[in-house]
């Protein structure tokens, strides 16, 4: 348990981070991913080279230091980072890399003036104190999904069983375990893990789930982005047959139960969790409005499929945004205020689940609260490291 002079001198540091902690984990990940190659597999480089990670680190490591005294006031970051680490497979040993890497990026950031030995010694047991919440929590999830019905603990190999194009930037790929045996239930909304060899080099990603796990397969569905390492191997080198090693299903960002209308928005690839959703949401019979927007009707994925379900399922209103000019789009231009507060329930009291690009995000968002949508009713997940919305 950290002291009390502990938790003041990493308090006093707050204003520091608050003006300078992009650069220092900036500095950190250039240290780290140098000098431990082990770790690399575990970071996207586009996140690295865009500094959304830094960002998000930097974020994270002043939200800790601001609550120190108050951990519980962190809300559901820790869930977050948690399950992440889950889906990626960290493991107790990759903390003290971690560790000795932050508190050198401190003392060399910061300089020997600010990084005092009793600074860097506060800030040593802050740490030790998170590894140990977070090392102690994943062993508990990792436990619970390895003893869980369909469960496992690690990488298991799964075979490429189908690839279907759904528009002209997805592509959904069905995977089945090669050893034929059951696989583990997940919520709709959650993730999972893929660790693959891409010319001698491991690579690990998370992607959504993009549908309910039916007939012992998973699927995921997945944008080709220019540059992608991982995404434009999946769209042009891997074929029905192949293999590759998934870790279990992981991932806070899932549909609730409730008896309130649910609103389900998305942009772009960021549909794919809200289609599970949408599937589990349809048989309770609660009212669902489906609003998703796209640059055009060439890259909007899974419409048919939507068109279907509303056909056949009354308490289902979808509505589709389109960027450019296009057939078939209840409206054209950005998703705005007005047009939201059209497609959205006259009562407010409803549950919404929103994804998709940062800006589209940060729109979403504001105009959710300007509607009367309650806060805590509001939730969103990021394809990647965590941002600020606000």
């Not at 102690?136 to 496992?152: D, F, R, V």
């Not at 009707?297 to 056909?311: I, N, P, Q």
């Not at 979808?318 to 078939?328: I, N, T």
Request: glycine share 8%.
């Amino acid at each position: 348990m950290l002291s009390a002079q502990d938790r003041a001198i990493v308090k006093s540091t707050v204003p520091l981070l608050e003006s300078g902690g992009e650069a220092l984990t900036t500095h950190f990940y250039r240290m780290m991913l140098a000098e431990h190659p082990e770790v690399r597999p575990l970071f996207n480089p586009a996140n690295q080279a865009s500094g959304a990670q830094p960002r998000a680190l930097a974020n994270g490591v002043l939200m800790y230091a601001r609550h120190i005294d108050q951990l519980d006031q962190l809300g559901d970051l820790v869930a977050r980072i948690i399950n992440k680490h889950v889906a990626l497979q960290i493991l107790p040993e990759h903390y003290p890399i971690v560790g000795s890497c932050l508190l050198r990026a401190i003392e060399e950031v910061l300089g020997s003036d600010i990084a005092t030995p009793e600074v860097l010694a506060a800030w040593g047991a802050a740490y030790n104190q998170l590894a140990e919440i977070l090392i102690g929590a994943e062993a508990a999830l990792y436990e619970e999904k390895a003893n869980a019905p369909g469960g496992w603990r690690g990488g298991r190999e799964f075979k490429l069983v189908a690839k279907v194009e759904e528009s002209a930037e997805v592509t959904s790929f069905y995977f089945r375990p090669v050893d034929e045996q059951a696989i583990l239930e997940f919520t709709p909304g959650q993730y999972i893990g893929l660790k693959l060899n891409i010319d001698g080099e491991e690579v690990r990603r998370n992607y959504s789930l993009s549908a309910t796990a039916q007939l012992g397969r998973y699927r995921i569905s997945v944008k080709r982005v220019d540059g992608g390492v991982v995404s434009n191997y999946l769209h042009e080198r891997m074929q029905v047959g192949d293999t590759l090693e998934l870790f279990p299903p992981a991932g806070e960002f899932t549909l609730t139960d409730s008896d309130k209308p649910l609103v389900l928005i998305s942009g772009g690839v960021g549909i794919t969790p809200t289609l599970p959703m949408l599937e589990v949401a349809l048989k309770t019979g609660r009212p669902i409005h489906f609003i998703h927007c796209a640059r055009n009707a060439r890259v909007h994925a899974f419409r048919s499929w939507v068109d279907e379900l509303a056909e056949q399922h009354p308490q289902l209103q979808r509505f589709y945004c389109y960027e450019e000019h296009d057939e078939g789009a209840d409206h054209v231009g950005l998703l705005t205020e007005e047009v939201l507060a059209q497609w959205l329930p006259a009562d407010r009291d409803v549950d919404v689940y929103f994804l998709g690009p940062q800006g589209f995000m940060r729109a979403v968002k504001r105009h959710l609260k300007a509607l009367g949508v309650p806060e805590q009713q509001s939730r969103y997940e990021f394809f990647g490291p965590a941002a600020l919305l606000d």
